[in-house]
T-cell receptor, first 111, second 116 residues
Framework: GQQVMQIPQYQHVQEGEDFTTYCNSSTTLSNIQWYKQRPGGHPVFLIQLVKSGEVKKQKRLTFQFGEAKKNSSLHITATQTTDVGTYFCAGRGGSNYKLTFGKGTLLTVNP | DAGVIQSPRHEVTEMGQEVTLRCKPISGHDYLFWYRQTMMRGLELLIYFNNNVPIDDSGMPEDRFSAKMPNASFSTLKIQPSEPRDSAVYFC??????????????FGNGTRLTVT
C-alpha cells in the first residue's frame, strides 16, 4: 500500500533558526496536506498542495510539492517558540479518499 | 461550529473489557474517519465512512474492533475485548467530499485509551 516517509523524526533548534521537514511518498500523489499537532493536542490542517511544483507560503512557512508529485517539504523561517509541535504531511493517491500520514517531525525550539 | 466532538477524553480499562468510543462529526460533513495514534506507528487510518456507509475498513486491526455510524451525526468505535496493545489515542475526523479542493480533515480532541 501507499507509504509516506517523513524526515527528520526530531529537530531541535534555537529560536530564530530555520527548520525544514521532508516528505516522500512511495507512489504519485493527487494532493498532499500538512498538519500541525501541538503537544497534547490534535492535528490541525495547515495547507493543501495539488499541482506539480506548487509552492505556497503562509507568513514564515513555505510549502513545496515536487515536480513528480511524490515529495514535499515544509520550511519555517526564523522559528519562534509558538512553532513547537509535530508537523505531519499526509498524502492522498488516485481516487482513493484515504489520507496516509507520515510519522511526523517533532520540532522543539529553545528560546 | 463546535467542531468534531469525541467522548470520553480519557478511558482507563482493564484487559478484556469492552470499550466504546464516540464521535459527533461537524454538521454537513459526509465523510468520517477513525484514526489511531501511537508513538511507534504514528497516525493510522482504521476506517472511514461516506454518508454513514463504511467505505474502507482495511485498517481495522482485527475482529475485536468494530465501527458503526447509525446516522449522520454519530459514530462509535468499539473494542471487545480490549488488550493492552490497544492503548493509544483514537481520533475521529470529519470532512466534506475529499475531492473538493481544500477539504481538510477536522479532528476531534481524541480519546486517550489505556488498557491495563
Amino acid at each position: 500500500g501507499q507509504q509516506v516517509m517523513q524526515i527528520p523524526q526530531y529537530q531541535h533548534v534555537q529560536e530564530g533558526e530555520d527548520f525544514t521537514t521532508y516528505c516522500n511518498s512511495s507512489t504519485t500523489l493527487s494532493n498532499i496536506q500538512w498538519y500541525k499537532q501541538r503537544p497534547g493536542g490534535h492535528p490541525v490542517f495547515l495547507i493543501q498542495l495539488v499541482k506539480s511544483g506548487e509552492v505556497k507560503k503562509q507568513k514564515r512557512l513555505t510549502f513545496q510539492f515536487g515536480e513528480a508529485k511524490k515529495n514535499s517539504s515544509l520550511h519555517i523561517t526564523a522559528t519562534q517558540t509558538t512553532d513547537v509541535g509535530t508537523y505531519f504531511c499526509a498524502g492522498r493517491g488516485g481516487s482513493n479518499y484515504k489520507l496516509t500520514f507520515g510519522k511526523g517531525t517533532l520540532l522543539t525550539v529553545n528560546p | 461550529d463546535a467542531g468534531v466532538i469525541q467522548s470520553p477524553r480519557h478511558e482507563v480499562t482493564e484487559m478484556g473489557q469492552e470499550v466504546t468510543l464516540r464521535c459527533k462529526p461537524i454538521s454537513g460533513h459526509d465523510y468520517l474517519f477513525w484514526y489511531r495514534q501511537t508513538m511507534m506507528r504514528g497516525l493510522e487510518l482504521l476506517i472511514y465512512f461516506n454518508n454513514n456507509v463504511p467505505i474502507d475498513d482495511s485498517g481495522m486491526p482485527e475482529d475485536r474492533f468494530s465501527a458503526k455510524m447509525p446516522n449522520a451525526s454519530f459514530s462509535t468505535l468499539k473494542i471487545q475485548p480490549s488488550e493492552p496493545r490497544d492503548s493509544a489515542v483514537y481520533f475521529c475526523a470529519s470532512s466534506l467530499w475529499p475531492g473538493k479542493e481544500n477539504s481538510p480533515l477536522h479532528f476531534g480532541n481524541g480519546t486517550r485509551l489505556t488498557v491495563t
